[in-house]
Every structure is written in C-alpha cells, then in structure tokens.
C-alpha cells in the first residue's frame, strides 16, 4: 500500500440500505499484481469490487486509482477511466452479435485493436457474427474478458471468472489472467483456491464484510486459503 | 432477415403502400402514413429501448398545437408549420426527457400517460382562450399553397406524407444499425452491463426518447396540416394506448411493424366501424390473441416466412 499502488482502498465502508456490508477495508494493488479475495458466499467479496467500480453509491473511505479518486464518479466515467468490471453472472448482450458486443466496448474506449483480444482467446474470432445469447459458458465469460481488454484498462475488476466452467476453459482462463496481468493489475474474487493460489501475489481472505488475512509469498497455499472459507 | 435484404424489404413495403393509394380512398391512405410515422417512434421505445409509453398523444399534441398556433395566429405557410411542430416537439422533450428517462419501465409507462392527460386538459380548459378548448383551431383555409409541392391540397400531402415515411423509416433503419442502436439494445437487455463498458443509460435513453418522441411531434403537426384542425381530443385518455396497440400489432421492434400495424389497425377500424359500433371490441380480442400466440404481431410472424420464401427464389 505505498506509493507505487495503482489501486488503493482505504477504510471502505459500504452498505445496501440499512445494511452495512463492508467495515473498513483496506488494500492496495501494484501494476502487474494478482490481487485475489477470498471468502465464503456472502463475505462481501462481490460488494467490495462494485463499491469500486462505483456501482454501490453508499460508500465511505478512501479508493483511489493512479492518484485519482473515485469515490462520488459515476461507474461508467470510472469504466472510461480504465477500471474495468467483470461481473459473475456471465450475461452477455444476448441479442448482440460477438461482434456487435464488442463493438460497444471498442466505441466507448476507441480502441478497436481486436487482434489483441482475439490472440487471447482465438475461438471468438469464429464466432463473431454468432448471437451472444447462442455462446456457451466459456466462450461468455471470453468475450466479457475480451470486451473489457480493449482500451488497455489499468486495473481489471473480476468477479468469479470460473464459476461453472469447464476444467478446459478455467485452465485456458489461468494462462490468459498470468499473460494479462503483463498489462492490467487483476482483482480477483474467486472460490477456486488452487487456481487463486496458482495466479496471485497476494490474497485477502474476507470474513463477514472485513479483512481478516492478507497473505504473501509463501503464505499463499491453498489449504492456508481453505481455513478462512 | 439476411437474405430479405432491407433495401427490398423497404421498396417492397413502400409499393404496397403507393398501391394502397390507387385501390383505396385518400383519406384511408393518408391516415395510414400518418399513423405509421406516429407509431414509429413507439416502436423504437419499445422495440430498442424496452420503453412503453402510454403518452404518445401528448407528443402528437405537442408537434399538432405548435403547427397550429402557427398557422391560426402567425403564419400561412405548412412547411414552416412543419418545422415549428418539430422544434416544439425536441423542447418537450428535452424538458420532459431528463426527468421520466430515469424512470423504470412501467413506471415511464405512467407518467407519460399523467403527461397526456395533464396536457389535454391544459389544451381543454387552462389554455382553452388561445387553444379555443373543445371547439379547437381551425385554420384550413390560413394556409397558403406552397411551390412545387402543394400540401395543403390532400393529393400532394399524401406524396409529401409518404416521402417523410420513406424518410422517417430510412432515419429508424439507419438508427437500428448504427451503434447507437446497439447500445439502446444493449441498455434494454442490461442496464448495468452497458455501464460497466463506459456508457451512461441516461444519455443512450434520452437521446431515443428525444429522436421517438420528435417523430411522434412530427406525426401531430402532418395531421393538423392534413386535417387542418386541431382539438383537445387527440390526447383525451382513451387515444393513448392506440400507439401501444399499433406497435404490438405490428410487431414490437420490427421496422415494417409500424407501417403494417397502422394499415391493419386503420383497416380493421373503418371496416369494422361500419358492421359493429365498439369496434374496438374486436381490435381487443385481435391483440389478445396475438400475444398469446407468441408476442410477435403481424410483421413479426410474416417476416421469417417472407425471408424463407425469397431465400428459396434466391
């Protein structure tokens, strides 16, 4: 958490409602990192990656990205910033051709470098014109993770990546986070603890809206990950 | 739709409705163009952006009374009413968009009906002194004959009516494969999604409530020039869910839905109106019917057909 963090949280409170979610988060993410966050369902994982995304308005404390703070920006000026996330639920703009979903993403970051996307995941470049509605689980969550590559974003929000996947395409998705990570610092929520403990250079294990572990080096393991699910 | 290409599709559509003009009266053919031009901007509201609204007429109302002040008090040239209706009709909504497009769907619904009902009664009683209320503006004989085209002549309104569709319906083609029409897609399939790519759904919803609704002003001022009267009971409650029917009977968020809706809705209220006096009994059990069959319209379950039968030829 020191000067060179591209992404810093600082006591973050959060709430929907009456209800309090997130109590006092602190972390930091430098450029190049994996930073995952662990925990069981309903830990607050998820509201802890849309209070930084700017999609949870109730929020109190300190995020900022690169020096500027996003706290009070709207999420889609906070997108155009480039921090980009990639929600768990995997829809797509089912109605929109590949092609036409990416279009969206190329448009609002005018980056239309789709070589680079399609050199990550080659399959998309054969389903271009196919409805996104038609793709399966992997081939969802590639073109979520392609569309939010454009742009070159600083820091990649995502939640859940393999959740429901085949072995093949998690394993596919590993390669691609350990490549991406050369461009965008990476903040993971994720339950698959080999593949968080395989990709990341730190892990925060959240516990009941708070952080109750951060683990580096050799403390990264999966069975140490395991204690705090 | 591939291999029905859209440019055949438009030639098409438009032939039948020159031909409607040959077989059937004038002024059969021209409340058809009119109410296609109205219905469009419903359409797009609810095709693209998955807005219903239930207060259309106050848009038409708006586009008919500011061609008619126009032309009753100020001037006598129709064109010039034209773009007056259309001016009035981008003010409105740029007045009203920012407020109702933050709205969720049903409740965008309501308030646009609360907007109709709230201007018919301003055009009925508040204003009645300049609106002139239930005996409403009369101003045929103000206008005055325009070169090259006259449309104050019911013969050549119907060509200019029916350039303006062409117009108006290459405007929504053109619109539907644009981007923009993408992200008004993609705003009505995930409002979140859109956001999470950098887009704002204010700007992308009141933008098309801005483009629907000035179509919809543009329809009420060809109808005040057309008619050559205007009156309150073009918004009163019971006119406002007529758009809503067209579009569904059409086919919501089909391009020839409008213009297919209008010609069967038109239709089936002159026969109809003939043979039973509540013609919109039948109307009722026709939309019943079509939402249960599949929620398609008339246009949306001809077209995969028509598709298949021009591949064949192809």
Same mark, same amino acid.
């Given at each position: 958490?020191?000067?060179?963090?591209?992404?810093?949280?600082?006591?973050?409170?959060?709430?929907?409602?009456?209800?309090?979610?997130?109590?006092?988060?602190?972390?930091?993410?430098?450029?190049?990192?994996?930073?995952?966050?662990?925990?069981?369902?309903?830990?607050?994982?998820?509201?802890?990656?849309?209070?930084?995304?700017?999609?949870?308005?109730?929020?109190?404390?300190?995020?900022?990205?690169?020096?500027?703070?996003?706290?009070?920006?709207?999420?889609?000026?906070?997108?155009?910033?480039?921090?980009?996330?990639?929600?768990?639920?995997?829809?797509?703009?089912?109605?929109?051709?590949?092609?036409?979903?990416? +279009?969206?993403?190329?448009?609002?970051?005018?980056?239309?470098?789709?070589?680079?996307?399609?050199?990550?995941?080659?399959?998309?470049?054969?389903?271009?014109?196919?409805?996104?509605?038609?793709?399966?689980?992997?081939?969802?969550?590639?073109?979520?993770?392609?569309?939010?590559?454009?742009?070159?974003?600083?820091?990649?929000?995502?939640? +859940?990546?393999?959740?429901?996947?085949?072995?093949?395409?998690?394993?596919?998705? /590993?390669?691609?986070?350990?490549?991406? /990570?050369?461009?965008?610092?990476?903040?993971?929520?994720?339950?698959?603890?080999?593949?968080?403990?395989?990709?990341? +250079? /730190?892990?925060?294990?959240?516990?009941?809206?708070?952080?109750?572990?951060?683990?580096?080096?050799?403390?990264?393991?999966?069975?140490?990950?395991?204690?705090?699910? | 739709?591939?291999?029905?290409?859209?440019?055949?599709?438009?030639?098409?559509?438009?032939?039948?409705?020159?031909?409607?003009?040959?077989?059937?009266?004038?002024?059969?053919?021209?409340?058809?163009?009119? =109410?296609?031009?109205?219905?469009?901007?419903?359409?797009?509201?609810?095709?693209?952006?998955? !807005?219903?609204?239930?207060?259309?007429?106050?848009?038409?109302?708006?586009?008919?009374?500011?061609?008619?002040?126009?032309? !009753?008090? !100020?001037?006598? #040239?129709?064109?010039?009413?034209?773009?007056?209706?259309?001016?009035?009709?981008?003010?409105?909504?740029?007045?009203?968009?920012?407020?109702?497009?933050?709205?969720?769907?049903?409740?965008?619904?309501?308030?646009?009906?609360?907007?109709?009902?709230?201007?018919?009664?301003?055009?009925?009683?508040?204003?009645?002194?300049?609106?002139?209320?239930?005996? $409403?503006?009369?101003?045929?004989? #103000?206008?005055?004959?325009?070169?090259?085209?006259?449309?104050?002549?019911?013969?050549?309104?119907?060509?200019?009516? !029916?350039?303006?569709?062409?117009?108006?319906?290459?405007?929504?083609?053109?619109? #539907?494969?644009?981007?923009?029409?993408?992200?008004?897609?993609?705003?009505?399939?995930?409002?979140?999604?859109?956001?999470?790519?950098?887009?704002?759904?204010?700007?992308?919803?009141?933008?098309? =409530?801005?483009?629907?609704?000035?179509?919809?002003?543009?329809?009420?001022?060809?109808?005040?020039?057309?008619?050559? =009267?205007?009156?309150?009971?073009?918004?009163?409650?019971?006119?406002?869910?007529?758009?809503?029917?067209?579009?569904?009977?059409? $086919?919501? $968020?089909?391009? *020839?839905?409008?213009?297919?809706?209008?010609?069967?809705?038109?239709?089936? &209220?002159?026969?109809?109106?003939?043979?039973?006096?509540?013609?919109?009994? *039948?109307?009722?059990?026709?939309?019943? =019917?079509?939402?249960?069959?599949?929620?398609?319209?008339?246009?949306?379950?001809?077209?995969?057909?028509?598709?298949?039968?021009?591949? &064949?030829?192809?």
């Amino acid at each position: 958490m020191n000067q060179t963090d591209i992404l810093t949280v600082r006591s973050l409170n959060a709430s929907y409602g009456e209800s309090k979610v997130l109590f006092d988060i602190s972390l930091g993410v430098k450029p190049g990192q994996v930073v995952s966050c662990v925990g069981r369902n309903g830990a607050g994982k998820s509201t802890l990656l849309k209070s930084i995304a700017g999609f949870i308005r109730s929020v109190s404390g300190e995020v900022t990205c690169d020096g500027t703070s996003l706290l009070g920006i709207r999420a889609y000026d906070i997108a155009k910033l480039g921090i980009k996330y990639i929600p768990q639920d995997k829809k797509v703009f089912s109605d929109l051709t590949v092609r036409e979903n990416l +279009e969206l993403g190329s448009y609002a970051t005018k980056d239309y470098n789709w070589d680079m996307v399609t050199d990550y995941f080659p399959k998309l470049k054969t389903l271009l014109d196919r409805k996104a509605g038609f793709l399966s689980g992997g081939e969802r969550q590639m073109l979520m993770v392609g569309r939010a590559l454009l742009g070159s974003p600083k820091v990649l929000l995502i939640d +859940e990546p393999t959740e429901g996947l085949a072995p093949s395409v998690v394993s596919h998705l /590993k390669t691609v986070f350990g490549e991406l /990570k050369k461009k965008s610092a990476l903040v993971i929520v994720e339950q698959n603890l080999p593949l968080v403990c395989a990709i990341s +250079e /730190k892990i925060y294990a959240i516990k009941e809206g708070r952080i109750v572990a951060e683990l580096v080096g050799d403390a990264i393991q999966a069975n140490v990950c395991e204690g705090y699910l | 739709m591939n291999a029905f290409r859209w440019w055949r599709g438009i030639l098409l559509a438009f032939f039948l409705v020159a031909l409607i003009r040959v077989f059937l009266p004038l002024p059969f053919s021209n409340e058809v163009v009119i =109410f296609s031009i109205y219905v469009m901007g419903c359409s797009f509201l609810l095709g693209q952006v998955g !807005f219903i609204s239930f207060g259309q007429p106050a848009y038409l109302a708006t586009g008919a009374y500011a061609t008619a002040f126009y032309l !009753f008090y !100020f001037g006598t #040239n129709p064109f010039a009413g034209i773009l007056i209706g259309i001016a009035a009709g981008i003010v409105m909504s740029l007045i009203v968009g920012p407020l109702f497009v933050r709205l969720r769907s049903d409740y965008f619904a309501l308030v646009n009906l609360a907007l109709a009902v709230i201007i018919y009664y301003m055009m009925q009683k508040v204003l009645a002194p300049i609106t002139q209320g239930d005996n $409403g503006l009369w101003f045929l004989t #103000n206008m005055k004959s325009t070169p090259i085209l006259d449309i104050s002549r019911p013969k050549e309104f119907y060509l200019f009516a !029916f350039l303006v569709a062409l117009g108006v319906w290459a405007l929504y083609k053109y619109l #539907n494969d644009t981007l923009y029409g993408a992200c008004c897609l993609a705003s009505k399939i995930n409002e979140d999604k859109v956001t999470f790519l950098g887009y704002s759904n204010f700007k992308i919803r009141l933008l098309a =409530f801005v483009i629907a609704n000035t179509t919809t002003a543009l329809a009420g001022s060809l109808y005040a020039i057309y008619l050559g =009267f205007v009156s309150p009971e073009m918004t009163s409650a019971h006119r406002c869910a007529d758009p809503v029917v067209v579009t569904i009977l059409g $086919g919501v $968020g089909t391009l *020839f839905g409008p213009l297919v809706g209008a010609f069967a809705f038109t239709g089936m &209220k002159d026969l109809i109106s003939n043979l039973i006096g509540n013609w919109e009994l *039948f109307i009722g059990f026709l939309l019943v =019917f079509i939402m249960l069959a599949g929620e398609k319209g008339i246009w949306g379950s001809l077209e995969p057909r028509l598709a298949r039968l021009f591949t &064949k030829r192809a």
